[in-house]
């Protein structure tokens, strides 16, 4: 992928997991409580959930614009392809 199309797409992926950490209430009230979050991490949890989402958007956006997501594919795919 080229940067020109790589890094605003990173950007935009990054600026919406922040917007997930940031307004997490609001998601939350579009979401209401996940279950799976309920019984794994503890009763009144899925905040925390929606906020670890976020970062790890966040960071696979980081990982676009700079394109390392591009490196960590490829050692995937090295794994199951010899």
Do not use: C, H, Y
Request: aromatic share 12%.
């Amino acid at each position: 992928m080229s940067p020109i199309a790589r890094i605003p797409l990173g950007l935009v992926v990054a600026f919406l997991g922040f917007l997930l950490v940031w307004k997490t209430e609001v998601v939350f009230t579009w979401t209401g409580t996940i279950d799976f979050a309920e019984q794994r991490i503890g009763v009144g949890q899925t905040r925390l959930f929606l906020k670890l989402i976020g970062l790890a958007v966040a960071f696979l956006g980081i990982f676009i614009a700079t394109n390392i997501v591009s490196d960590m594919l490829t050692s995937l795919a090295r794994v199951f392809v010899r």
